[in-house]
């Protein structure tokens, strides 16, 4: 890659449960980047502003809420936000703080779910960001235990809220910690281990002792997409982390990961990613004014 994603160290230290930063500026001026720990950004007076979430970008409008997780590329750029001034509150917090078998218990299932999602990036609906923006603004003003608990009920507010879109592709993030189904985790291994190769839906049914029909269903119920989709959405992941990581040819990739054809290569990653590969792997060489 001509620009190596930046590698942020935070100033989070062992002692720390999670910190915030409340700041206005100008614009964006971060590089992309990543780092170990959980990062929540909330964001407003930026439309038009331009996201970029692990192999996702897209324009963000005047308020913003995204959760990322560790090690997931992040990160804002300017774009076409003609605003004087945006206001950011973002929340840093380890992976520690919710490990054990706490995290495990019923009423912390929805936060559970959300750690989860959020290896592949949330952006967060229009209607619960408004609703949870008062409490983002006024979150820095709180101090010791009353900012402690402040902070773990707007982590709720976020895991119950309704209409969350996660943001990259199934296998673009590093992390197989995706499914609750055993059954599907199976066959997202299976698939992960295979993509390249042709795989075929009658020989992932069997390696579930399942008919065609009954398989085919529950990666419906469990995915909402169609086998096909479902590995689809796998290639696609790495051929998004390829493109931005190495130098191959659009070529190359293609039939790395397992598609037949350029043209079949083409159409499916510009219906997942509204851009062919070639505009996709060009926007992340010319980002340079990111958050």
Same mark, same amino acid.
């Given at each position: 890659?001509?620009?190596?994603?930046?590698?942020?160290?935070?100033?989070?230290?062992?002692?720390?449960?999670?910190?915030?930063?409340?700041?206005?500026?100008?614009?964006?001026?971060?590089?992309?980047?990543?780092?170990?720990?959980?990062?929540?950004?909330?964001?407003?007076?930026?439309?038009?502003?331009?996201?970029?979430?692990?192999?996702?970008?897209?324009?963000?409008?005047?308020?913003?809420?995204?959760?990322?997780?560790?090690?997931?590329?992040?990160?804002?750029?300017?774009?076409?936000?003609?605003?004087?001034?945006?206001?950011?509150?973002?929340?840093?917090?380890?992976?520690?703080?919710?490990?054990?078998?706490?995290?495990?218990?019923?009423?912390?299932?929805?936060?559970?779910?959300?750690?989860?999602?959020?290896?592949?990036?949330?952006?967060?609906?229009?209607?619960?960001?408004?609703?949870?923006?008062?409490?983002?603004?006024?979150?820095?003003?709180?101090?010791?235990?009353?900012?402690?608990?402040?902070?773990?009920?707007?982590?709720?507010?976020?895991?119950?809220?309704?209409?969350?879109? *996660?943001?990259? +592709?199934?296998?673009?993030?590093? !992390?197989?910690? /995706?499914? %609750?189904?055993? $059954?599907?985790?199976?066959?997202?291994?299976?698939?992960?281990?295979?993509?390249?190769?042709?795989?075929?839906?009658?020989?992932?049914?069997?390696?579930?002792?399942?008919?065609?029909?009954?398989?085919?269903?529950?990666?419906?119920?469990?995915?909402?997409?169609?086998?096909?989709?479902?590995?689809?959405?796998?290639?696609?992941?790495?051929?998004?982390?390829?493109?931005?990581?190495?130098?191959?040819?659009?070529?190359?990739?293609?039939?790395? *990961?397992?598609? +037949?054809?350029?043209?079949?290569? !083409?159409?499916? /990653?510009? %219906?997942?990613? $509204?851009?062919?590969?070639?505009?996709?792997?060009?926007?992340?060489?010319?980002?340079?004014?990111?958050?």
């Amino acid at each position: 890659m001509k620009n190596p994603i930046h590698r942020e160290i935070t100033p989070l230290q062992d002692s720390d449960c999670f910190l915030v930063f409340d700041r206005k500026r100008s614009s964006f001026t971060y590089p992309i980047h990543f780092h170990p720990e959980y990062e929540i950004n909330f964001i407003t007076d930026a439309k038009g502003g331009r996201r970029v979430v692990g192999d996702h970008i897209g324009v963000i409008d005047h308020n913003e809420l995204v959760m990322v997780g560790p090690n997931l590329y992040h990160g804002w750029e300017n774009y076409k936000n003609k605003n004087i001034e945006l206001h950011q509150v973002t929340i840093q917090f380890p992976r520690k703080l919710f490990e054990g078998q706490m995290i495990n218990t019923n009423i912390l299932k929805p936060i559970n779910e959300l750690l989860k999602n959020a290896q592949r990036g949330i952006l967060f609906s229009k209607e619960s960001t408004e609703k949870i923006k008062p409490r983002f603004l006024s979150l820095a003003q709180k101090k010791g235990f009353d900012s402690y608990i402040e902070f773990q009920s707007i982590l709720y507010e976020m895991a119950i809220s309704d209409n969350q879109q *996660c943001l990259t +592709n199934i296998s673009f993030q590093k !992390n197989d910690d /995706f499914f %609750n189904s055993h $059954k599907i985790e199976k066959i997202y291994n299976f698939v992960k281990e295979n993509y390249s190769e042709k795989i075929k839906l009658e020989d992932a049914a069997s390696m579930l002792n399942m008919s065609v029909v009954s398989f085919s269903r529950l990666i419906k119920q469990c995915t909402s997409k169609s086998f096909v989709d479902f590995v689809n959405e796998i290639r696609l992941g790495y051929a998004t982390r390829m493109l931005i990581e190495t130098n191959q040819s659009i070529s190359e990739i293609c039939y790395e *990961c397992g598609f +037949n054809n350029i043209s079949n290569f !083409n159409r499916t /990653f510009k %219906n997942k990613q $509204k851009c062919t590969p070639t505009e996709f792997r060009n926007n992340f060489i010319g980002i340079k004014n990111v958050l």
